[in-house]
């Protein structure tokens, strides 16, 4: 198997998604909405804390040329994983962070990694390892929202990563 999907939430979905478009091997990214209570939510529905999704990145990747566990520390490089609810700027549980797997196998190695780096640190790491319960794809001005308006807002310093 070369071609793999995972499911990160950082924060705000727009930085996330312009950070891992630059890295190699990644194939496709698409931003929306995770885990949460509703089918098909609105960015406004989710904004009011009540479905319960976080901002979510699908990420589709060829593991020949980029591991999974390349792509985490590339999450972890970008990501306070010891704020609830929060990065950056943004507050609220759409904001939270986590992981979400599509299988057992992925689950089982996320799960490793985050107990080896909760080894490294007194402090407690609060993101979520789940199984994806689900996704939808968030409106299209959501998509490659940085490309688009190159000035936006983003809490990750994407400077090193701008062409």
């Known amino acids: 198997m070369e071609n793999k999907t995972i499911y990160l939430a950082g924060g705000c979905f727009w930085g996330v998604q312009a950070f891992f478009d630059y890295q190699k091997g990644i194939i496709k990214t698409t931003v929306g909405y995770a885990q949460g209570d509703i089918d098909n939510p609105t960015y406004e529905e989710v904004c009011t804390g009540k479905t319960n999704h976080t901002e979510t990145l699908k990420i589709e990747f060829n593991e020949k040329e980029i591991s999974l566990k390349e792509i985490l520390d590339l999450y972890f490089s970008i990501i306070n994983p010891f704020l609830l609810n929060q990065q ?3 507050r609220g549980t759409q904001y939270r962070t986590g992981i979400y797997s599509i299988n057992e196998f992925d689950f089982a190695f996320v799960k490793k990694y985050l107990e080896n780096f909760q080894k490294q640190t007194t402090q407690k ?4 390892n789940e199984i994806l319960k689900n996704f939808f794809d968030a409106e299209e001005y959501h998509q490659k929202y940085l490309d688009k308006n190159p000035n936006g807002y983003c809490h990750i310093d994407l400077s090193d990563y701008k062409k």
């Open 125 to 128: 790491v609060v993101v979520e």
């Open 88 to 90: 950056g700027n943004d």
